[in-house]
């Protein structure tokens, strides 16, 4: 089966930039486009960013553009989202995920991708 493992989410001020992580096992993990997702309490888990199964590609939410950079090393089975300029806004628990289909469009929807992590809370303070 495959498991993603979330990690570095933490607690930050405005401003600040962290660097999450996103640990696959499986031998498939090259073949698929992986996606960052959020949820804050109440809110819809809402799309991220996300990326090809080559890094060839990127995509992302509005809200992020410009301050979000998704990699991924898929010789080390890992996926990145880096955070920079973070506001309070982006307070929220972060998820990777795979989505369930190759060879096909890049997804921008919870229900196109198959595999989920655990998620990683991530707290902005102003």
């Known amino acids: 089966q495959v498991r993603l493992v979330e990690s570095g989410g933490g607690l930050v001020q405005a401003g600040d930039s962290l660097r999450l992580s996103c640990v696959a096992s499986?031998?498939?993990?090259?073949?698929?486009?992986m996606g960052w997702f959020r949820q804050a309490l109440g809110n819809e888990r809402e799309f991220v960013a996300a990326?090809?199964?080559?890094?060839?590609?990127?995509y992302y939410a509005d809200s992020v553009k410009g301050r979000f950079t998704i990699s991924r090393d898929n010789a080390k089975n890992t996926v990145y989202l880096q955070m920079n300029s973070l506001k309070p806004e982006d307070t929220a628990i972060y998820y990777c995920?795979?989505?369930?289909?190759?060879?096909?469009?890049?997804?921008?929807?919870?229900?196109?991708?198959?595999?989920w992590g655990q998620g990683t809370q991530v707290t902005v303070s102003s």
């Open positions: 499986g031998r498939t993990f090259s073949m698929y486009t």
């Open positions: 995920a795979r989505q369930g289909l190759v060879h096909t469009i890049v997804g921008r929807t919870a229900g196109e991708y198959d595999y």
């Open positions: 990326i090809t199964w080559n890094g060839g590609s990127t």
